[in-house]
């Protein structure tokens, strides 16, 4: 419910909400009946939690809200404040799928110091479609895109772990959407980060690029680029 904050005293280790792949699913575990770990409104906060095998229904024949956002959908906080928005924190998301947004997703969604790890998106958005990260750490999900259309990436750590859809080849560029506006004409900004792959993005600023396993970064000036993380002192 709205304005409610759920805390797992003993953190994420040991407090899991697990989801499910639906009774009657496609490869994916998509279907009708298949659980997403969890639904957060607007000034509501859940806070140390693994959100972990979270699943939705079928693109095809579904309506948006029910294939988007595996492990967690971010509800619609349109016309709050960012301390109004529905926030994840200290939360660790694995194992989820979606069609867009394979651990999360949600114009307004915040997560804060979260790990998304192996989670996996069929459409776009492995980690997460839309919303914001605070301390966050990104590595081997797979998909097409990592988060597409987020608007504030801030002292998050991206590794060269996050995998093509095909699972063999690094993703080129991490988080692609970055480049460009969101669908509401807002800037990305993106500062403070620790890309330990390719980037290639205006919007990056104050941030440590390290050269990744397919080749050299191409980031804004105004960035620290190094040819390995032993390089930064």
């Given at each position: 419910?709205?304005?409610?904050?759920?805390?797992?005293?003993?953190?994420?280790?040991?407090?899991?909400?697990?989801?499910?792949?639906?009774?009657?699913?496609?490869?994916?575990?998509?279907?009708?009946?298949?659980?997403?770990?969890?639904?957060?409104?607007?000034?509501?906060?859940?806070?140390?939690?693994?959100?972990?095998?979270?699943?939705?229904?079928?693109?095809?024949?579904?309506?948006?809200?029910d294939y988007v956002g595996g492990g967690v959908l971010m509800e619609n906080a349109s016309g709050c404040l960012e301390s109004e928005f529905p926030r994840l924190e200290n939360c660790i998301l694995t194992g989820n799928s979606a069609a867009r947004g394979g651990a999360g997703c949600g114009q307004y969604g915040v997560y804060v110091n979260c790990r998304f790890a192996g989670n996996k998106a069929t459409a776009t958005s492995s980690a997460f479609y839309r919303g914001m990260a605070y301390g966050c750490y990104l590595d081997a999900n797979i998909g097409d895109q990592l988060c597409r259309y987020a608007t504030k990436l801030i002292n998050c750590t991206v590794t060269d772990g996050?995998?093509?859809?095909?699972?063999?080849?690094?993703?080129?560029?991490?988080?692609?959407?970055?480049?460009?506006?969101?669908?509401?004409?807002?800037?990305?900004?993106?500062?403070?980060?620790?890309?330990?792959?390719?980037?290639?993005?205006?919007?990056?600023?104050?941030?440590?690029v390290v050269k990744g396993r397919y080749g050299a970064n191409t980031a804004a000036e105004a960035n620290i680029a190094v040819e390995s993380i032993q390089s930064v002192k």
């Open positions: 419910p709205m304005g409610v904050t759920l805390v797992a005293d003993e953190g994420p280790e040991v407090t899991i909400i697990e989801g499910a792949s639906a009774s009657e699913s496609d490869s994916n575990g998509f279907g009708a009946d298949a659980v997403r770990c969890a639904s957060v409104r607007k000034n509501a906060v859940l806070r140390g939690f693994t959100l972990r095998n979270g699943r939705c229904a079928n693109k095809e024949t579904s309506e948006k809200d996050n995998l093509k859809l095909n699972g063999t080849d690094e993703m080129s560029n991490p988080i692609p959407d970055f480049g460009s506006k969101n669908p509401e004409g807002v800037s990305p900004v993106i500062n403070g980060c620790i890309f330990l792959c390719q980037i290639n993005s205006a919007y990056v600023t104050n941030s440590i």
